[in-house]
T-cell receptor, first 114, second 113 residues
Framework: ETGVTQTPRHLVMGMTNKKSLKCEQHLGHNAMYWYKQSAKKPLELMFVYNFKEQTENNSVPSRFSPECPNSSHLFLHLHTLQPEDSALYLC?????????????FGPGTRLTVL | QKEVEQNSGPLSVPEGAIASLNCTYSDRGSQSFFWYRQYSGKSPELIMFIYSNGDKEDGRFTAQLNKASQYVSLLIRDSQPSDSATYLCAVGSYGGSQGNLIFGKGTKLSVKP
């Protein structure tokens, strides 16, 4: 286990449900990231938060809504998802600033949208 | 557009052989280079990083960096079936206000007993 935890580890939801993914990092980092990884596809960067401020949103549909209340916690709120949103959602953290920016990943949430 | 290119594989090597994984990158200003290992259904795990030209060894793993050629590689000596995984190359910068890494699509390695 790394210093980044994610809950839940598995989630099955219907297209009309609302759910949230949670990420917590215990590494003292100041940046957190959400990635999507679909089957046989590369990592897709979704959102970046540096010092709790969102600095990147890679054209992600509005049915995904991130929240970063502090530098240790990151949420991804989900609503009215589509079956093609089924994927592994990964959270990562890094120390931005005087560093080489190595990122550490959580175990991921396997999401299935029915 | 900053890009990181990797051969998707699969790369198949016999147990005990040397596996060689390669990566090229487009941004000449890149300063940090990482190799992540990802087992099927699991999250990426950082296994090696290199910042200076040359070789860096850690156990059975050796990372090699050639900034002039914009090329980074990972050698795995005495490959084991447990090394079978997808290896992701990632490239970034030092410092700044953005910690984003550019990831390659990964090379799938299969080590045959």
């Amino acid at each position: 286990e790394t210093g980044v935890t994610q809950t839940p580890r598995h989630l099955v939801m219907g297209m009309t449900n609302k759910k949230s993914l949670k990420c917590e990092q215990h590494l003292g980092h100041n940046a957190m990231y959400w990635y999507k990884q679909s089957a046989k596809k590369p990592l897709e960067l979704m959102f970046v938060y540096n010092f709790k401020e969102q600095t990147e949103n890679n054209s992600v549909p509005s049915r995904f809504s991130p929240e970063c209340p502090n530098s240790s916690h990151l949420f991804l709120h989900l609503h009215t998802l589509q079956p093609e949103d089924s994927a592994l959602y990964l959270c990562a953290s890094s120390q931005v600033g005087d560093s080489y920016n190595e990122q550490f990943f959580g175990p991921g949430t396997r999401l299935t949208v029915l | 557009q900053k890009e990181v290119e990797q051969n998707s594989g699969p790369l198949s090597v016999p147990e005990g052989a040397i596996a060689s994984l390669n990566c090229t990158y487009s941004d000449r200003g890149s300063q940090s280079f990482f190799w992540y290992r990802q087992y099927s259904g699991k999250s990426p795990e950082l296994i090696m990083f290199i910042y200076s030209n040359g070789d860096k060894e850690d156990g059975r793993f050796t990372a090699q960096l050639n900034k002039a050629s914009q090329y980074v590689s990972l050698l795995i000596r005495d490959s084991q079936p447990s090394d079978s995984a997808t290896y992701l190359c990632a490239v970034g910068s030092y410092g700044g206000s953005q910690g984003n890494l550019i990831f390659g699509k990964g090379t799938k390695l299969s080590v045959k007993p």
